[in-house]
């Protein structure tokens, strides 16, 4: 049953992002459209049944697979360029992600026991500190190795990695270097790319590793909440819908008002009021249902569609260069290694630091999700989304102060 479940989710999905692009653009080639729409249903259910071989899975093969192979097609031109820009300002329309990154915030929100987690912020906030000076020394030394330039390596290579994401920290952070440098905010953003998809490649196959090593024991086992084991009802399911909506629709609101990432809105309102205990019981145990069935059924179709969308070839296969290479693996390296022994050492599930300071290199909102989702600790997302976001602003913050001092 479940791979027809998986692959009818996946064509619904399909259909909907083909109707709205349609509609949106009519001067789409309907045919090229239905193809492209066509191989995102294929690529995502194939990837989703290599996830049944466990190894693969284990070791993140499967979710990498999800954004390095459409990224390929898209470049061998087996999807016409045009369909990509109309499914992309679909995507974007719908926000197919934001959607995603509600449901799974408010899941893992709603089953965490806070009792336990709020002694953890803390010491979670220690580990992913120390993970991120570790690889910021280790991609320095590094750059001595490799005769190239220091700031070079900060500014172009270390901060896009860990800024979160493109749109939310290798962009500002090329369009803040072009006007403080005077270079082109292009070029620049062309520099970035390489170790900012590198990094986030390497950390889903280092997470799906720790899982492989370490299975997830922690907040699974012992801060999750008794309630998402009850029996769900229908009416459970429609309530955490509704919640789903009213999260999504504040975080929109309160973005376009004060100009504040609307991720990181969900991900302060979800924790805050599952902090606070003001999530009901029927809320909670819906969610469950809820996030279960987004990251077995339709997980995998929208991590295609973002490596269609977002990740060029070119810039992928530029980042495999020895030296940029090297930097990327010695910085996940240094974040995965630090946060296991920090996170030890002040007394949490090493493994679950480890994957949670990886997220300092995550392409977003959807890396965090790769990530988490290759070591099979998606519910973690809430933590690693912090990380991510929080983490990331402060470095594009610290990037573009620092870069009217010194200068690649």
Request: net charge neutral; aromatic share 6%; hydrophobic share 60%.
């Amino acid at each position: 049953m479940a791979p027809s479940i998986r692959l009818l989710s996946a064509v619904v999905l399909a259909l909907v992002v083909g109707v709205v692009a349609a509609v949106e653009d009519s001067a789409v080639s309907l045919t090229s459209l239905g193809a492209a729409l066509a191989i995102v249903v294929l690529g995502a259910f194939v990837c989703s049944e290599l996830s049944r071989v466990s190894w693969l899975r284990l070791i993140g093969i499967d979710t990498a697979l999800c954004l390095v192979v459409p990224s390929l097609l898209v470049d061998l031109s087996w999807v016409p360029r045009s369909t990509i820009g109309s499914l992309g300002a679909t995507m974007a329309r719908l926000d197919i992600v934001g959607w995603v990154i509600s449901v799974l915030v408010l899941g893992g929100c709603v089953q965490i026991d806070w009792k336990i987690m709020r002694n953890m912020a803390m010491k979670l906030g220690v580990a992913v500190v120390c993970g991120s000076l570790t690889a910021l020394a280790a991609t320095w030394g590094l750059a001595a190795l490799w005769t190239t330039d220091f700031s070079g390596a900060l500014f172009l290579q270390v901060a896009p990695m860990m800024a979160g994401g493109l749109t939310a920290g290798a962009l500002p952070l090329a369009t803040g270097y072009a006007n403080q440098w005077g270079q082109g905010q292009g070029a620049l953003l062309a520099q970035m790319l390489p170790s900012v998809l590198v990094a986030n490649l390497l950390a889903i196959a280092v997470a799906g590793t720790i899982g492989m090593i370490r299975p997830p024991n922690g907040v699974r086992g012992d801060a999750t909440t008794s309630a998402a084991a009850e029996s769900v009802r229908a009416g459970d399911i429609g309530m955490a819908i509704g919640a789903v909506i009213a999260l999504y629709v504040c975080g929109a609101m309160v973005s376009r008002w004060f100009a504040v990432s609307a991720p990181l809105v969900v991900i302060l309102v979800g924790m805050t009021a599952s902090a606070l205990d003001g999530i009901p019981v029927p809320v909670v145990r819906g969610m469950k249902a809820v996030q279960n069935y987004f990251t077995a059924y339709l997980l995998f179709p929208v991590l295609w569609l973002v490596g269609m969308m977002l990740v060029p070839w070119e810039h992928l296969v530029a980042g495999f260069a020895a030296p940029r290479l090297s930097m990327a693996f010695a910085a996940v390296l240094a974040l995965s290694v630090t946060g296991y022994f920090v996170s030890r050492w002040m007394g949490l599930d090493p493994a679950d630091g480890a994957t949670i300071t990886l997220s300092r290199v995550a392409m977003g909102g959807t890396g965090a999700i790769a990530i988490l989702s290759a070591g099979d600790r998606v519910n973690l997302l809430p933590f690693a989304l912090l990380v991510t976001r929080l983490g990331g602003a402060l470095t594009v913050l610290v990037a573009l102060q620092a870069a009217t001092v010194l200068q690649p």
